[in-house]
């Protein structure tokens, strides 16, 4: 129901924090705008309320909604107490409404317009007296006094009282104008104490609804999630997944949801979307292939899906079968620990350790790149022994991305091992990412070529083709019924010859544009790669 979903979606939008300002209010931190937000939450959970009255026929969703039941007494009441600007402290007054206690707004009033009632009761001895040049005045020794002139002291009325003699003046004093001045001067802090003691009633009545405030937050909050996962699946075109008891995994032409929206956004085309078939013939996947082609989007985007289907989320696929999941591990990515002496080896090392002691056949584990952190042969037994435990022991669901080719030899000996690779295309020397998973192990990872994009220098890019050159005549012999790989020392070689790197550094030149003292470097770095 899109109309209805835009509806509650706008509403939530200017939602507060419910639970934080009531949490704040209860620990005696909150303040009036804490209050505010709780007068807010209750009076969006009524609009969310008659949104929804006869618009759900959802079972889960009915019972949100009967969470949705806000006091209406109290929100009449915070209504009806609550100012419409409020200050950030209690103490700084403002918080209560005009009209809602006549006492209060008497105080304010003499607080707030002080002067107004001396102008007037200056004006009312004028009349009385006869006297136009009666004036009320204020100083810090006598507070307020009538002052009247040398002239018109025969005009003093009986019930004034002197206070004070100057040279050209006499100054007096009343009952009316001393209460008026104490009030003046009590208004201020009897105004600020009636409302903190307002503000303090208000605050006992909404903590004696806690438990209901948070009920209907809770509520307000579980909307929030599923309007926003409704939005997201109708907007990307997402799938309602298939769950149950079992062990399946399959998911067809499944998607990142993070890297499909952030290509979108950049404006780099379609989300190129791959199957993933966790059967129990090969239920434990082998991927290898080049850097850059998208081994490790294609292990997230997996345990993404799995995230998204048990959260009770649409998922970004065109199909999906999910066997409920009890625990979900990855190690991906480098990071270290240094503060706690732990490099970023030993770090992958704790995580893998982890992840082989606690993963059941009902977990799904993604891995990538295990043991590229120490020397070659040490980090290819590592995720040879890695790969056999997870399939003979864990006997889990999972996704082993590896640069280690020589892994595919393992399928003879694992019979719920599968092995895929990320597919290229080479096109006039040049590599082609395909994005998609084929079945079948890579044989290359086109390194260099990445380098190469990378930027680096020329002459690098060469002499790392040709290095690579020269040691792919040298394979490494690897037994296959045997975790000792390795028994044969790799025999010597000798050094390959620099004129390819020669070549490259003499194209990278540009004469035209050298200096004489750079073409004489050139010379001579040039010299040093030929002696």
């Known amino acids: 129901n899109s109309a209805k979903r835009h509806e509650v979606r706008e509403q939530l939008k200017q939602l507060p924090d419910v639970e934080r300002a009531l949490s704040r209010l209860s620990l005696g931190r909150g303040g009036p705008r804490d209050a505010q937000a709780i007068l807010v939450g209750l009076k969006t959970a009524q609009a969310l309320r008659e949104t929804l009255y006869d618009?759900?026929?959802?079972?889960?969703?009915?019972?949100?909604?009967?969470?949705?039941?806000?006091?209406?007494?109290?929100?009449?009441?915070?209504?009806?107490?609550?100012?419409?600007?409020?200050?950030?402290?209690?103490?700084?007054?403002g918080v209560v409404r005009a009209g809602f206690h006549a006492a209060l707004d008497e105080f304010r009033n003499l607080r707030d317009h002080g002067k107004q009632r001396i102008a007037a009761l200056q004006a009312e001895y004028q009349t009385q007296s006869g006297i136009a040049t009666l004036k009320i005045k204020f100083n810090h020794v006598l507070g307020y006094f009538i002052e009247i002139t040398n002239s018109h002291q025969s005009k003093v009325?009986?019930?004034?009282?002197?206070?004070?003699?100057?040279?050209?003046?006499?100054?007096?004093?009343?009952?009316?104008?001393?209460?008026?001045?104490r009030n003046l001067k009590d208004a201020a802090d009897k105004a600020l104490a009636l409302e903190q003691e307002i503000f303090g009633a208000l605050l006992q009545a909404v903590l004696a609804q806690a438990s209901h405030i948070t009920t209907t937050a809770r509520a307000m909050a579980q909307l929030d999630v599923l309007a926003a996962l409704a939005h997201l699946a109708q907007k990307q075109h997402y799938v309602r997944p298939k769950m149950d008891d079992g062990l399946a995994f399959e998911v067809e032409e499944g998607r990142h949801p993070v890297v499909e929206i952030h290509r979108a956004k950049a404006g780099e085309g379609a989300f190129i979307g791959n199957d993933c078939a966790l059967a129990a013939g090969e239920r434990?996947?082998?991927?290898?292939?080049?850097?850059?082609?998208?081994?490790?989007?294609?292990?997230r985007q997996n345990a993404l899906i799995v995230l998204l289907t048990q959260m009770g989320s649409f998922v970004p696929a065109k199909r999906a079968h999910i066997g409920v999941v009890d625990k979900l591990f990855s190690r991906v990515g480098a990071s270290d620990d240094l503060a706690r002496g732990r490099s970023t080896?030993?770090?992958?090392?704790?995580?893998?350790?982890?992840?082989l002691h606690q993963a059941t056949e009902r977990s799904l584990v993604i891995l990538d790149e295990i043991g590229r952190g120490t020397a070659t042969f040490d980090g290819m037994a590592i995720a040879w022994a890695v790969v056999e435990y997870l399939h003979n022991t864990n006997k889990c669901r999972g996704?082993?991305?590896t640069h280690y080719h020589e892994l595919n030899a393992l399928r003879e000996n694992l019979p719920h091992l599968g092995a895929f690779h990320m597919q290229v295309k080479e096109w006039k020397g040049e590599v082609i990412f395909l994005h998609t998973v084929g079945r079948g192990g890579a044989d290359r990872s086109y390194g260099v070529h990445v380098a190469k994009l990378a930027g680096l220098p020329t002459a690098v890019v060469a002499r790392a083709q040709e290095q690579l050159a020269w040691l792919e005549?040298?394979?490494?012999?690897?037994?296959?019924?045997?975790?000792?790989?390795?028994?044969?020392?790799?025999?010597?070689?000798?050094?390959?010859?620099?004129?390819?790197?020669?070549?490259?550094?003499?194209?990278?030149?540009?004469?035209?544009?050298?200096?004489?003292?750079?073409?004489?470097?050139a010379i001579y770095r040039l010299k040093k790669l030929i002696s």
């Open 345 to 355: 080896f030993m770090v992958e090392m704790v995580e893998t350790a982890t992840i």
């Open 473 to 521: 005549q040298k394979p490494v012999q690897a037994k296959q019924a045997e975790l000792a790989l390795f028994d044969a020392p790799a025999p010597a070689v000798s050094e390959p010859p620099a004129s390819n790197l020669l070549a490259a550094a003499l194209a990278e030149l540009e004469p035209d544009e050298m200096s004489p003292k750079s073409a004489l470097e």
């Open 399 to 401: 996704l082993f991305a």
């Open 157 to 181: 009325p009986a019930e004034f009282i002197h206070r004070q003699t100057v040279a050209s003046a006499l100054r007096y004093t009343t009952t009316t104008l001393g209460e008026l001045e």
């Open 55 to 93: 618009a759900i026929e959802n079972p889960a969703l009915k019972n949100v909604l009967g969470a949705l039941v806000p006091s209406d007494a109290l929100v009449a009441q915070l209504e009806k107490t609550l100012a419409d600007e409020l200050p950030l402290q209690a103490r700084d007054g």
């Open 284 to 299: 434990l996947w082998l991927l290898t292939g080049p850097n850059m082609a998208g081994k490790s989007t294609f292990l």
